[in-house]
């Protein structure tokens, strides 16, 4: 510590602030992960690989692994080509409504997964509402096509397709024009100058979008739950909630290491796009002023409105059948002026006492863990952008894990880590203490990374300048600090309400009656048949996350460059 | 009192040196000025007298107050030396008014409603900007925000102004009038302040003393004359002013007077009394003056017009390079005479 205070001068209170912040942080992010680890390899507190062993060597684990490697593997190919396909317009056309239309692409990352599989659910098969009411539902007792593996691999590529669409547009931007121009005068034409010079240029960047596409599928809880387990068709995370739920705390050994079998492909799949994106910095050099700009010429008009019909199909169409579905007495009804009624809506915003439990759960678990998130961020990052120490460095590159490790690796993390208090006999296993918990080790990337990016580029000397007029650390945070990073603060807020207000993957294995959130509960009542109700809740959300979105794209002139995750 | 005292202060960072044995002391109302090329080590200096850096060793005061101390590793914070700071960059906060720019430290160190807005007028009103009160720091133009940056470290009646750069982001006509700026607040704080520059001019405006720093180290610490005048070694004669060291061939002692052969030139040399052995001189185009009969047969290789005179680049028969001012005109190539009048000397190794 001595020896730190004294390379980089200043006040020795900012090294403690620093050290006691990062211990906290630590404690949030890493020590669940770290505990999950000790839990597999040890058999009752001596090291042991046998109950590994044992849990790898049972038939239901290996068919899981390889159900999940190819609906992860399949819808990231999925997403590859549709995200593919829409960066390369969007970043180096002249495609008018640019903005439009990223944000129209954002919203389905934002959507949680269960209600997007239950959107679509909802415009397909026998009993869909929105199919009846044109008339063209198949015959009653026909299959729904989506309960089935096919129909997780399209959802997953579906939900995923963002990644793909927002790493790769940034990596096309860094581009300059001037690389493909001298392409040109070299003598290099159409296709050629695609192959040999852009696509090389955009491989690092469309290989890490993969690779966080696919390790992001493989966590995907939502969509293999609503779909899969309807088909009897068990993926790595619904086997691991099917277990708990099944059996209960009996079997967290056992679960402990699927969730560390998970975590290993995740891990594998984290490094492979860290490895991408550092040889992306190579390219990076010389000027980005221009970014490229091809000419569609007569093409535009008929390539914009294919880009917009896919929109609509993607985005707006299960919407519709969420909103018919919704609007019906009953499931199955058709739709018709005669038949609409809001009665679902109704009985779900007021009348049920577990969904009006459910909102303020969910809102004060998300709202908790802005305020929580904003409170150790900003002057952590302040802290590690001044005095960048070994430890700080070392959590730096590691605090994105949580996030990145699919949810049910947390959850299970998070249980072992707090079913039994160490030195008491208290547990806050069933209490919403623990999902406040998981949801800040989970999103305190969310918060952290913006607030870090609009600190870097926050002059130094504004710091200094208050220190040299006498202002102590707590004053500088208050007065200079936090009002100039704000807007990133601010922005880093509404991301982590928005993703944790949705969140369905954690929170499933760690709730219980008393501690629903918005997810589970509509995840509880379309499995209990109330598709009606889930329908207009999930509209409900739906709603919320739109306007919460415009809110951010509202103020997002504001917000620092690389703050909204949408604008890189 | 606010003497600022240096002793054997050095700064390594990641071992390479920054700062090397710095001893001096700064004289209380003194007008200081750093002066180096970028690198020399001047920042490093001025950060460590205001506690932004630690120095890796020897110990500083300020006053009776010890502020750090390398081997007990006492380092007084910034925020506790009661200190003001100026940045290059003016380091406004853009999200206050002008006016709470220049409270801010009156509010930190919880002065009276009353006595807040007393001190801050003073302040706002010394440094012209009384009808800018309620602008934002984006509003100003770039003179106008370096006034509220000295407005605002005016306003705590500081024992120690440290200045690092502040007129090198402004043009030069706005740094001439800015100089008068600082001038007049010294005279009227009677403030010690340190002033980092890499601009010889500048710092010739306003130092009462000048440290002249490089590699780390300060090479000579004198009034703006005595470094002109007599430079102690190669590198002040050099940086400051347009001198050029010539070695001396050969020296004879008659009393106080020197006699020296200077490119092959009997000449008086004066020099420094403690000065046993001479070892170059400094010509200085004051030292040069172009005559027919001159001794030095040299040829001009540059003509470059001053403003009423022209700087003139010269080449001797013996290949030195020796710049004359003239008011006449020669052309390139013009061979003319030069005479060395009572240029300085002193000894290198």
Not at chain 1, 320 to 344: C, E, K, M
Request: hydrophobic share 50%; aromatic share 8%.
């Amino acid at each position: 510590m001595m020896n730190v205070a004294q390379q980089n001068g200043g006040s020795r209170s900012e090294a403690r602030l620093l050290s006691a912040i990062l211990i906290v942080a630590i404690c949030l992010t890493l020590a669940p992960v770290l505990r999950l680890f000790v839990e597999g390899v040890t058999d009752q507190g001596s090291p042991s690989l046998t109950l590994m062993r044992d849990v790898l060597a049972q038939p239901s684990t290996l068919s899981a692994l390889k159900h999940s490697l190819v609906t992860a593997g399949v819808g990231t190919l999925v997403s590859l080509v549709l995200g593919a396909a829409f960066a390369f317009l969007v970043a180096l056309t002249d495609l008018r409504a640019k903005a439009a239309l990223v944000f129209c692409l954002m919203i389905p990352m934002m959507i949680p997964p269960q209600i997007t599989a239950l959107s679509w659910t909802q415009i397909m098969g026998p009993s869909s509402v929105l199919l009846k009411t044109l008339g063209i539902a198949p015959p009653l007792g026909a299959p729904q096509p989506l309960y089935s593996p096919e129909g997780i691999i399209f959802l997953l590529g579906i939900q995923h397709m963002s990644i793909i669409f927002l790493t790769l547009r940034a990596g096309l931007r860094s581009i300059p024009q001037d690389v493909v121009e001298a392409a040109r005068i070299s003598g290099a034409k159409g296709l050629r100058t695609w192959w040999q010079v852009v696509m090389p240029l955009t491989f690092p960047s469309l290989a890490a979008g993969t690779a966080i596409t696919f390790v992001t599928a493989l966590g995907n809880f939502g969509i293999p739950a609503m779909l899969g387990i309807p088909a009897g068709y068990a993926t790595l995370p619904t086997l691991v909630y099917q277990k708990l739920a099944g059996m209960g705390t009996t079997v967290l050994a056992e679960v402990s290491v699927l969730a560390m079998l998970i975590g290993v492909v995740a891990v594998a799949g984290i490094l492979l796009q860290r490895l991408c994106q550092s040889r992306q910095k190579l390219h990076l050099v010389g000027s980005t002023s221009r970014p490229l700009a091809l000419p569609l010429g007569a093409a535009r008009l008929p390539v914009e409105i294919l880009l917009w019909a896919v929109v609509f199909a993607i985005l707006v169409l299960p919407m519709f059948g969420l909103l018919a579905t919704s609007l019906v007495p009953a499931y199955g009804v058709t739709l018709r002026f005669d038949t609409v009624t809001f009665a679902s809506w109704y009985e779900v915003l007021f009348r049920q006492p577990v969904t009006s439990r459910a909102f303020a759960n969910s809102f004060g678990l998300a709202a908790g863990a802005s305020v929580a998130l904003v409170m150790i961020c900003l002057p952590l990052a302040w802290l590690m952008e001044r005095r960048k120490t070994r430890l700080a460095r070392l959590f730096d590159s590691l605090l994105d894990l949580p996030y990145a490790l699919p949810g049910v690796v947390l959850s299970i993390a998070m249980i072992l880590l707090l079913i039994k208090l160490p030195f008491t006999e208290a547990t806050l296993y069933g209490t919403i203490w623990i999902i406040f918990l998981a949801y800040l080790a989970r999103f305190f990337a969310v918060m952290f990374r913006p607030v870090q990016a609009s600190l870097k580029q926050f002059n130094p000397a504004m710091d200094e300048a208050a220190q040299s007029v006498g202002a102590s650390l707590y004053r500088r945070l208050r007065d200079v600090i936090f009002p100039l990073s704000a807007p990133a603060a601010a922005a880093g807020a509404i991301l982590v309400f928005l993703t944790a207000f949705n969140e369905l993957t954690v929170s499933a294995l760690l709730w219980s009656s008393g501690t629903e959130t918005l997810g589970v509960v509509i995840f509880n009542l379309d499995d209990s048949g109330e598709t009606g109700m889930a329908s207009a809740l999930a509209m409900t959300i739906v709603i919320v996350v739109v306007v919460l979105m415009a809110l951010i794209q509202l103020f997002s002139r504001r917000f620092p460059k690389g703050v909204v995750p949408w604008q890189t | 009192m606010a003497d600022i005292d240096l002793s054997s202060v050095g700064k390594t960072f990641a071992g390479t040196p920054a700062l090397q044995d710095i001893t001096t002391r700064f004289d209380d109302g003194e007008f200081v000025a750093l002066l180096g090329p970028s690198g020399c080590g001047k920042t490093t200096l001025l950060r460590i007298l205001a506690g932004f850096e630690a120095p890796s060793s020897g110990q500083i005061r300020i006053g009776t107050h010890e502020m750090a101390n390398a081997q007990t590793g006492a380092n007084l914070p910034p925020e506790e030396r009661n200190i003001g700071f100026v940045f290059q960059s003016y380091a406004l906060w853009p999200h206050m008014s002008v006016r709470r720019n220049v409270s801010y430290p009156l509010e930190i160190r919880r002065f009276s409603k009353t006595e807040i807005a007393r001190h801050t007028d003073a302040a706002l009103a010394a440094t012209g900007l009384e009808t800018y009160a309620h602008r934002m720091p984006s509003d100003l133009s770039g003179g106008q925000r370096q006034r509220v940056a000295l407005a605002r470290c005016l306003v705590s009646d500081p024992c120690a102004v440290l200045l690092d750069e502040p007129l090198a982001n402004l043009d030069v006509a706005l740094r001439a009038t800015m100089q008068g700026v600082f001038t007049d607040f010294h005279k009227r704080t009677g403030a010690t302040m340190v002033y980092v520059t890499h601009d010889q001019a500048e710092a010739m405006a306003m130092a009462d003393r000048i440290a002249v720093m490089d590699q780390g180290r300060i090479q000579q610490f004198d009034t703006p004359q005595t470094l002109y005048e007599r430079p102690k070694n190669r590198f002040v004669a050099e940086f400051v002013g347009r001198g050029t060291v010539v070695p001396v061939q050969e020296v004879a002692q008659a009393g106080d007077a020197r006699q020296a052969r200077i490119l092959g030139a009997e000449v008086a040399v004066q020099s420094a009394r403690a000065e046993r052995q001479v070892s170059h001189v400094c010509l200085r185009p004051e030292n040069l003056t172009i005559s027919e009969s001159g001794d030095l047969r040299s040829k001009v290789a540059r003509v470059t017009y001053m403003g009423g005179k022209y700087l003139l680049e010269t080449v001797t028969d013996c290949g030195a390079r020796l710049f004359a001012e003239t008011r006449a005109r020669f052309d390139v190539g013009a061979q003319l005479g030069l005479t060395i009048t009572t240029p300085w000397a002193f000894s290198e190794e």
